[in-house]
C-alpha cells in the first residue's frame, strides 16, 4: 500500500474498524442530506464514510467494507462490500462530478491486483489447495469486469491504481462486459455533472447473494453448479443504482441487465430502465438508505416510464 493511501476496513461483524495510512481530505458531497434522521440509514458511528449518499445499507453477517481513498482533494476513492463467506464483492459505490472526472490516467497497471490492504485473515481473496492466492478469473472464458471502472478514475494514477483490485471486480462475459455494460458506463460517464456541488452518486455490482441469482462458480478452468472452495460466484444480473443531486432537488434511476452471452451494445438503454424500488426487491439492497425518509421514498418509487422521460432516456 502506498503512503499516499488511506484505507478503512470495516468488519460488519463484532470485529474493529482498521485503519491505516490516514491523511488528506474528504470531499463528502452529502449537501447535509443525511442530517435528518430516518428509520433505515447506515450506522456511521464507528466509520463516518458510511453515512455518504451512494452507500447502500451495508448487510451484516460475514460483510466487510473496503474504503479506498488518497491524500488527495477527493479523498475517498471507491468503496466496495466484500462478502467473505461467499468471496465475492456485493457492490462498489462511488461519487462523480466535475473536478473528480476527466484526466489521462487510464490503464495504469498491466494485469489484476490482489487487494494487498484486505488482511489475510479478513479474506484476500481465494486460495486454493496448498493456501496461496490466485486469480479464479484466468482461463475461466470470463472478463474480469470492472464495477468502478478505470475510465471513471483517471484524474489520478493512484485511483486509477485500485479500480484493478480483484475485490472491484465481477466475472462477465465478454458481450456484455464490452456490450450493453459498457455502453451504461459511457453514458453514467455523460451524465456526470459539469456544475460545482452537483453530484452523481453510483452504486453498481452483480446478484451473488441468491442461488437462482448465479449462474455457476468458476475457478480458472473449473467450474461448479454448486458453491465451492476457491470457485468465485457468476452473477446472473448486473445492477446500476444512480442518484443525481442537483440545486433543484433530487432524481434517480436503476439499469438492470441479464447476464447473457449476446451481444446488445446497440440497445436503447431506456430498455434496461427500472425504479430504485424495483431494483431493491430484486437485489435484496437498500440503495440510496441515507437519505431522509421522504426524499428517499419519492425518488425511488417514480414508474419506469418517468424515469426514462426525467433522465432523456
Known amino acids: 500500500m502506498t503512503k499516499l493511501t488511506r484505507l478503512s476496513i470495516f468488519c460488519l461483524l463484532p470485529a474493529t474498524l482498521l485503519t491505516t495510512a490516514c491523511g488528506g481530505s474528504d470531499d463528502d458531497r452529502t449537501e447535509g442530506a443525511t442530517a435528518v434522521r430516518n428509520a433505515n440509514r447506515n450506522d456511521a458511528s464507528r466509520e463516518p464514510a458510511l453515512a455518504r449518499l451512494e452507500f447502500p445499507r451495508v448487510k451484516g453477517g460475514s460483510s466487510i467494507v473496503i474504503i479506498h481513498a488518497n491524500n488527495d482533494q477527493h479523498g475517498i476513492n471507491f468503496s466496495t462490500e466484500w462478502d467473505s463467506d461467499i468471496k465475492a464483492q ?11 472526472s476527466g484526466g489521462n490516467n487510464s490503464r495504469v497497471v498491466d494485469g489484476y491486483l490482489f487487494d494487498e490492504d484486505l488482511p489475510q485473515h479478513a479474506v484476500n481473496y481465494v486460495t486454493n489447495a496448498a493456501g496461496e492466492n490466485y486469480d479464479p478469473f484466468w482461463s475461466s472464458g470470463y472478463d474480469h469486469g470492472h ?4 475510465a471513471d478514475r483517471k484524474y489520478s494514477r493512484e485511483a486509477n491504481r485500485q479500480t484493478f483490485f480483484l475485490t472491484n471486480m465481477q466475472p462477465q462475459v465478454n458481450n456484455l462486459n464490452a456490450g450493453i455494460w459498457q455502453s451504461m458506463e459511457n453514458q453514467v460517464r455523460a451524465w456526470t455533472p459539469t456544475t460545482a456541488r452537483d453530484t452523481l452518486y453510483v452504486a453498481k455490482g452483480g446478484t451473488i447473494d441468491a442461488p437462482e441469482n448465479i449462474i455457476e462458480y468458476i475457478s480458472n478452468r473449473e467450474k461448479s453448479t454448486t458453491p465451492q472452495q476457491g470457485f468465485i460466484p457468476v452473477p446472473r444480473y448486473f445492477f446500476m443504482a444512480l442518484l443525481r443531486t442537483t440545486a433543484t432537488g433530487y432524481k434517480a434511476l436503476a439499469f438492470w441487465v441479464e447476464h447473457r452471452n449476446e451481444n446488445h451494445k446497440t440497445d436503447p438503454l431506456g430498455n434496461y430502465v427500472i425504479s430504485i424500488r424495483e431494483l431493491e426487491h430484486r437485489t435484496g439492497i437498500d440503495f440510496f438508505c441515507n437519505l431522509p425518509d421522504n426524499i428517499e421514498e419519492e425518488v425511488e418509487t417514480m414508474s419506469a416510464d ?4 426525467l433522465w432523456n432516456l
Open 90 to 100: 456485493r457492490w462498489s459505490c462511488y461519487q462523480m462530478y466535475s473536478t473528480n
Open 147 to 150: 464495477i468502478c471502472p478505470n
Open 306 to 309: 418517468n424515469i426514462k422521460w
